[in-house]
């Protein structure tokens, strides 16, 4: 079976993508069989694109993104409006067979870690039945600290285990005293390591944040 990472973000719109995509795109220059995937997308399908040409085309679309709803919204929400169930049973099964045939998943979560997939499920159960180590992308703004502990806080409850941070600098944010000063306090208050950061515009994961990932691949 292959190892793998959840990926969860603070909100939705905070560079969870852009991370995940870069990290499948080192991983897999570095001989590392990796391969993205984003269980549920709702709206439209970017993110699965983005993840599908970084995981260098080796799955079909449907394998990267086996779940689409066409409405903007948290998948509970956009399962309503649609009027048909979401479909969980097949973003499992397709996690667990391409588990089989690759050595490394990036799972990138829709939204945030208690977004509502059903009435009964939240996306946060539903990465915890998946077993992987959780890395939490937050965006280097104003309220990235309450944000990043509150989460933090939700995947200890859930019972995954946080292996950590990524500071993710948007690019509308300008820098300010929050956003210079969040990863020292962070480091200072949190229990878990802040891996690094990165920036909308960088085409590269940094050196310094693929070595402290790639741990989760042996």
């Known amino acids: 079976m292959a190892?793998?990472?959840?990926?969860?973000?603070?909100?939705?719109?905070?560079?969870?993508?852009?991370?995940?995509s870069l990290l499948v795109r080192a991983l897999r220059s570095h001989g590392i069989d990796a391969v993205g995937v984003k269980p549920f997308c709702c709206g439209d399908r970017l993110d699965a694109d983005q993840l599908h040409?970084?995981?260098g085309g080796v799955l079909s679309p449907a394998e990267?993104?086996?779940?689409?709803?066409?409405?903007?919204?948290?998948?509970?929400?956009a399962s309503l409006v649609e009027n048909r169930p979401l479909d969980v049973a097949t973003a499992a099964d397709t996690i667990k067979n391409l588990s089989g045939r690759h050595a490394f998943l990036v799972i990138e979560g829709v939204g945030g870690w208690r977004?509502?997939?059903?009435?009964?499920?939240?996306?946060?159960?539903f990465a915890s039945t998946l077993g992987f180590p959780v890395v939490l992308v937050a965006a280097n703004r104003l309220g990235?600290?309450?944000?990043?502990?509150?989460?933090?806080?939700s995947i200890r409850t859930s019972g995954a285990e946080s292996f950590g941070v990524i500071l993710n600098q948007?690019?509308?944010?300008?820098?300010?005293?929050?956003?210079i000063t969040?990863?020292?306090?962070?480091?200072?208050l949190l229990s878990v390591p802040i891996l690094g950061e990165i920036a909308y515009?960088?085409?590269?994961?940094p050196a310094a944040v693929l070595e402290r990932v790639l741990p989760l691949t042996h």
């Open 201 to 205: 515009q960088c085409t590269e994961l």
């Open 182 to 188: 969040n990863r020292a306090v962070l480091e200072d």
């Open 53 to 55: 040409a970084a995981s």
């Open 64 to 77: 990267v993104n086996p779940v689409w709803l066409r409405v903007p919204a948290s998948p509970y929400t």
């Open 144 to 153: 990235a600290i309450n944000h990043t502990q509150l989460t933090l806080d």
């Open 170 to 179: 948007p690019v509308s944010s300008s820098e300010d005293t929050a956003t």
């Open 115 to 125: 977004v509502p997939l059903t009435r009964e499920l939240c996306m946060s159960q």
């Open 3 to 20: 190892s793998g990472v959840f990926i969860t973000g603070t909100d939705t719109g905070v560079g969870k993508t852009h991370f995940s």
